[in-house]
């Protein structure tokens, strides 16, 4: 049985974070969504790699523990109360814990102009891996094989892109990859695994 998407804690015990979806997409008109993580101590800095989002601003609320993060090259510090804000087209990783004790985060994603499929694909790709985490095809790391990244990366582009290559070489080398991921079963949804409204139909488009 698929669990309930919003509060629900849906957990990737190798990434060693759990988390949960307060508001969606497809409640703000697609201008924005709110979701909580909880990071072991010491543990988040991996994952999820450095990348930028070319049209959103997103807002880390500290709500327990001690954060580090990532923006441009500098490293940032946060505690309870604190705020981490991220502007467009900046790269960086997301707060993770930097103490002995959990980080518990409220992570807020506005897109500026507002942005349905791509805020969608984002916490789509996460309810997707953490559904294969539970399942056992993930790494060490919480991460699913690159074949079925690149069939979630994909989808969230031009959304999402990883910091380093060209955003050219990105879509050619994600697109190839995501072709024989797609041809060789790997999906963007998966029944079981929680489906974000938005998401139903792109199903059909994974060749299903």
Request: aromatic residues 8%; hydrophobic residues 40%.
């Amino acid at each position: 049985m698929t669990p309930p998407l919003l509060d629900t804690w849906f957990e990737n015990v190798a990434m060693g974070q759990r988390a949960r979806l307060i508001t969606l997409p497809s409640e703000t008109g697609g201008r924005s969504f709110v979701l909580e993580y909880i990071n072991r101590p010491f543990a988040g800095q991996f994952a999820i790699p450095a990348h930028f989002h070319p049209t959103w601003t997103e807002t880390f609320e500290i709500l327990r523990g001690q954060a580090r993060c990532r923006i441009g090259r500098e490293l940032s510090a946060a505690g309870p109360g604190g705020r981490i804000v991220l502007p467009p087209g900046v790269t960086h990783l997301h707060p993770w814990s930097a103490s002995n004790e959990e980080l518990h985060v409220r992570h807020t994603a506005v897109a500026d102009p507002p942005d349905e499929p791509g805020l969608t694909a984002s916490i789509q790709a996460i309810l997707t891996i953490f559904g294969l985490a539970g399942q056992g095809r993930v790494n060490r790391q919480g991460a699913p094989n690159p074949l079925q990244l690149a069939v979630l990366a994909e989808r969230t582009m031009p959304a999402t892109f990883i910091a380093g290559p060209p955003i050219p070489v990105q879509r050619i080398v994600v697109g190839v990859l995501a072709m024989v991921g797609r041809a060789l079963g790997y999906r963007v949804t998966y029944p079981g695994f929680g489906v974000v409204p938005g998401s139903e139909g792109w199903q059909e488009h994974d060749g299903k």
